[in-house]
């Protein structure tokens, strides 16, 4: 053989190796979910829409969503109608959910912006206004949207970034509101 065939031949193993890792890295990470357990942050805010302002305290006994998003994202937008489906198929049996609104541009910044968006979508659960990124902080979160789903004891016990995985989500959340109470 040839030391240019042999250098084309390396060449090719190389980036077919090369290739392989990055797409395993790429669908290792790409609408990640997990299971977790930590207490949840403080979820409080100045600003509420649809909603007086909440506290974790006020949520202990249900089970809740904490979803972080932003009117302008489009992997948001594409996320919205699950979560307005679970929110009307499970709210009635203690199941909430919180919009954490951290905008990404100035213009979603603007109070009457989201205020508008969530009109125009008809979006009827508590959104809190994030505009310093506290609650994103408290957090330590890192994407839009993302879900950490909070059990009635107030540990988020599940979180999910991206699209996908709706059943699964879905499914937790069944899991979660079947638990029992939390003892007073």
């Avoid at 006020?58 to 679970?86: A, D, R």
Wanted: proline residues 4%; glycine residues 4%.
């Amino acid at each position: 053989m040839s030391a240019i065939l042999k250098t084309s031949v390396l060449l090719i193993a190389l980036l077919a190796v090369v290739w392989a890792i990055s797409r395993n890295i790429m669908v290792n990470t790409s609408s990640a979910a997990q299971t977790v357990n930590f207490q949840a942050p403080r979820i409080d805010s100045k600003q509420w829409l649809n909603s007086r302002p909440l506290s974790n305290q006020q949520l202990k006994g249900k089970v809740f969503l904490v979803e972080f998003w932003t009117f302008g994202c489009y992997n948001c937008v594409n996320v919205e109608p699950y979560v307005k489906q679970w929110y009307e198929k499970y709210n009635s049996q203690g199941f909430e959910i919180i919009a954490v609104h951290s905008p990404e541009f100035d213009h979603e910044r603007k109070l009457e912006n989201v205020q508008d968006y969530v009109n125009k979508k008809q979006i009827k659960y508590p959104v809190a206004i994030d505009n310093d990124y506290a609650i994103w902080k408290r957090f330590n979160n890192r994407y839009w949207p993302a879900m950490y789903l909070v059990d009635k004891q107030g540990v988020v016990r599940y979180a999910h970034f991206g699209e996908g995985r709706y059943a699964t989500t879905e499914k937790m959340i069944k899991t979660l509101l079947e638990e029992a109470p939390p003892s007073l």
